[in-house]
Structure formats: structure tokens, C-alpha cells
């Protein structure tokens, strides 16, 4: 993930009101998504299309049972708009490209247009939809999911820029250490290298083997049920295999 990007949890007093008294060009809905934005949507005919298939790809990938707990999603016209709006209602995040806020009931995306708007998009949109679903995750396997899923779908198996990064970085003497992960529990504490390793743990989970696949899905069930699951590199140690070299392995041989 890039640096610019943040994941906070904020818990906002009166985000709605204050989302209901802008001047918002265009407003819809779409099941449990409010989507308001400073520009007409209808040149983006796939986008309402994309969030709703968003969830349900998440659901399904993971296992997880969806609600309709309310997403907003917040779409600025321009880095100045968003950064305007971002610093009166979530100032930590003031500078950064785009970001997800969780009060009690709701989640809030801000994105603004830009490049990368739509991988934006998706990234937080992946938090606020897992946010939806689960009453905590940790914070290294949150990210790392988001990173997953912020490419198109057609591209997640196979296609995710970090796949040739995490690849060479496996070849060349990297170690991944995924207690290390586990002990980071501020954002701030994340480099870029930690976000590679965070979806390269996700992407062995869900595809090195039916496996690691039920591991994984089992784990978020716990916590959807409301059980504290443990570390999760502990289920892994259980499994009486070294999950750092399956990892490598994993990442030198897929295509």
C-alpha cells in the first residue's frame, strides 16, 4: 500500500448530519452503501455496480456473513474539496489520499478523483465492508486484505503489483515474520514493506492450499462470532509446518 494512504477507526460524533448539508452533486444508494459525490456519476456506469459486487465478493472470499449495516462513501471532485472536508471531520487523515472512518454504527469513505481513484476506492471500501462484517480484526491482516482487494477482481489471484516485488524479495534472502506483523498496532508503525508482507500473507492463506484457506476462514469466523481467536501465526504453528518457507515457496511459484 502506498504511503499516502491511511486506515483510521475513529469513532465521529454527528458524521451523517454533516454528511446530509453538503452541497453533494449527485446522491444514491445501493443496498447498505450511501454514496454522495461532488460530480455526475453516470460516467462511471460500472462504479454503483463494482461496490455492491465489492461485498459480496469479500462475503464470499472470506466466508463471512454480510449485514446492512450503513456505508457511506464520499466522493470529492478534487484534492482541495477533499482535503477541506477530511481536515474539519477527520483531521488525522487531512493530508492523506483517501481514507475509512468507523463511528459506532456507520463506516464513511473519502476519496477524491484522481489516478488512482477507483484502487482508492476499493481499498477503503475493503475496510469499511470488513469493518461491517467483523466487530474487530487485526490491524496487519485488515490492511492486508485491503490490499488484496483493491485491484479489479480479474487480477487478484494473479496480477496484484506486489506479486513480482514480493517474488524477487523472496529469491533474494527476505524473511517474512509474521509475529513481527502481529505486534505492530498503530498504522504509523507500518512501512510499505509491511503492507507487501501483510497481502502476501493473505494471498498464501487464501490460495496456497484448501488448507490455509479453511485456516483462514475459520479464524475471521471466530471473530464474526465474537471469540477471541489468538494470534493467528499460533493456528499456523499448530499445523506443525513452517509457514515462513511454505510462504516463500508459495510466492517463487505462482504465476
Same mark, same amino acid.
Given at each position: 500500500? $502506498?504511503?499516502?494512504?491511511? /486506515?483510521?477507526?475513529?469513532?465521529?460524533?454527528?458524521?451523517?448530519?454533516?454528511?446530509?448539508?453538503?452541497?453533494?452533486?449527485?446522491?444514491?444508494?445501493?443496498?447498505?452503501? $450511501?454514496?454522495?459525490?461532488? /460530480?455526475k456519476l453516470d460516467r462511471y456506469a460500472n462504479l454503483i455496480e463494482s461496490i455492491e459486487k465489492q461485498r459480496s465478493d469479500i462475503a464470499a472470499t472470506l466466508g463471512l456473513k454480510p449485514n446492512d449495516k450503513p456505508i457511506v462513501v464520499c466522493l470529492f471532485a478534487n484534492y482541495t474539496a477533499y482535503s477541506r472536508y477530511v481536515a474539519e471531520h477527520a483531521p488525522a487523515a487531512a493530508r492523506r489520499r483517501a481514507v475509512f472512518v468507523q463511528d459506532e454504527d456507520t463506516g464513511y469513505v473519502y476519496v477524491y478523483r484522481q489516478r488512482k481513484f477507483e484502487t482508492d476506492l476499493r481499498h477503503e471500501l475493503t475496510h469499511a465492508i470488513v469493518h461491517s462484517m467483523l466487530p474487530f480484526i487485526p490491524l496487519w491482516l485488515d490492511e492486508g486484505l485491503a490490499e488484496y482487494f483493491e485491484v479489479p477482481s480479474q487480477k487478484r489471484a494473479s496480477g496484484n503489483p506486489h506479486q513480482l516485488k514480493m517474488k524477487l524479495a523472496s529469491r533474494l534472502g527476505w524473511k517474512p515474520n509474521l509475529t513481527r506483523l502481529e505486534n505492530r498496532d498503530e498504522v504509523s508503525e507500518f512501512s510499505a514493506a509491511n503492507y507487501r508482507e501483510s497481502w502476501a500473507w493473505v494471498h498464501f492463506l487464501l490460495h496456497s492450499s484448501d488448507e490455509s484457506n479453511k485456516l483462514l476462514r475459520g479464524y475471521l469466523a471466530t471473530i464474526q462470532n465474537e471469540q477471541l481467536p489468538g494470534p493467528l501465526s499460533s493456528h499456523l504453528k499448530k499445523t506443525g509446518r513452517d509457514s515462513q518457507q511454505r510462504l516463500l515457496d508459495h510466492l517463487r511459484r505462482w504465476r
Open positions: 500500500m $502506498r504511503a499516502c494512504l491511511i /486506515f483510521l477507526t475513529l469513532f465521529v460524533a454527528s458524521l451523517t448530519s454533516r454528511v446530509a448539508q453538503c452541497d453533494w452533486v449527485d446522491v444514491r444508494r445501493a443496498g447498505q452503501f $450511501r454514496i454522495h459525490a461532488e /460530480f
